[in-house]
């Protein structure tokens, strides 16, 4: 399931696998955001760009596998669906063949290749099971790092909560704070994500690189 060769071997760490999360319905939209095109690309390539400087490995977590076949990404399809974003994470675990997974939203786009190196890059040095990192509005699940050992833990969750955020509580994950992951990504635009309509034409000008539009920041 190797992705896009081309891109340097010697940053990508051998430990972690790339998982992106295709999402759910996409009510607001309409249409399914993760083939939304952004500067003549799909969303989700624009993640799998990212993180493919960063692992080995690298496939879409998906429900709708023959929609999302035109992406060319390696696909898995979720173990269970309509479990949301947990459920998710669980399926990467399930067929990561390596220690560690570094998880993704493919509404994600203006993700900094510079943050997943070094999110996947400490996965021989953590003491917890999952790296996360902490914005000004609060932790950020993706991206994150999350041990394959946490599997039978997000099973057992999965049969009482389905939030993230009520998962990464109980799991207590180490935390980047913002003078650690600003090093990687100042602005914060890995954790901008696409929830409203108007939210791509912010990120259609940062991606054309308009001098007097910055990169969209964290919230």
């Given at each position: 399931?190797?992705?896009?060769?081309?891109?340097?071997?010697?940053?990508?760490?051998?430990?972690?696998?790339?998982?992106?999360?295709?999402?759910g319905d996409s009510r607001r939209w309409g249409r399914d955001k993760v083939t939304l095109r952004l500067d003549g690309q799909p969303l989700a390539r624009w993640v799998a760009e990212a993180l493919r400087q960063a692992v080995a490995d690298l496939w879409l977590v998906t429900n709708h596998p023959q929609t999302h076949l035109a992406l060319g990404l390696p696909l898995v399809t979720d173990l269970v669906p309509h479990q949301g974003p947990v459920g998710g994470l669980a399926t990467a675990l399930f067929y990561a063949r390596t220690p560690w997974?570094?998880?993704?939203?493919?509404?994600?786009?203006?993700?900094?290749?510079?943050?997943?190196?070094?999110?996947?890059?400490?996965?021989?040095?953590?003491?917890?099971?999952?790296?996360?990192?902490?914005?000004?509005?609060?932790?950020?699940?993706?991206?994150?790092?999350?041990?394959?050992?946490?599997?039978?833990?997000?099973?057992d969750f999965l049969q009482e909560n389905?939030?993230?955020?009520?998962?990464?509580?109980?799991?207590?994950?180490?935390?980047?704070?913002?003078?650690?992951?600003?090093?990687?990504?100042?602005?914060?635009?890995?954790?901008?994500?696409?929830?409203?309509?108007?939210d791509l034409a912010r990120l259609e000008a940062w991606a054309a690189g308009r001098q007097e539009t910055q990169a969209p920041a964290a919230r």
């Open positions: 399931m190797t992705i896009l060769p081309e891109s340097d071997s010697r940053r990508r760490s051998p430990e972690v696998t790339g998982a992106i999360l295709a999402g997974v570094l998880l993704a939203s493919a509404d994600t786009p203006s993700l900094a290749p510079e943050l997943a190196i070094a999110l996947a890059g400490a996965a021989g040095q953590l003491s917890r099971p999952a790296l996360v990192c902490r914005s000004e509005q609060g932790l950020q699940p993706f991206p994150g790092l999350y041990a394959t050992r946490l599997l039978p833990r997000v099973q389905r939030s993230f955020m009520a998962f990464l509580e109980r799991v207590r994950p180490q935390v980047w704070e913002r003078e650690i992951w600003r090093t990687f990504d100042p602005t914060g635009a890995s954790f901008f994500n696409l929830n409203q309509p108007e």
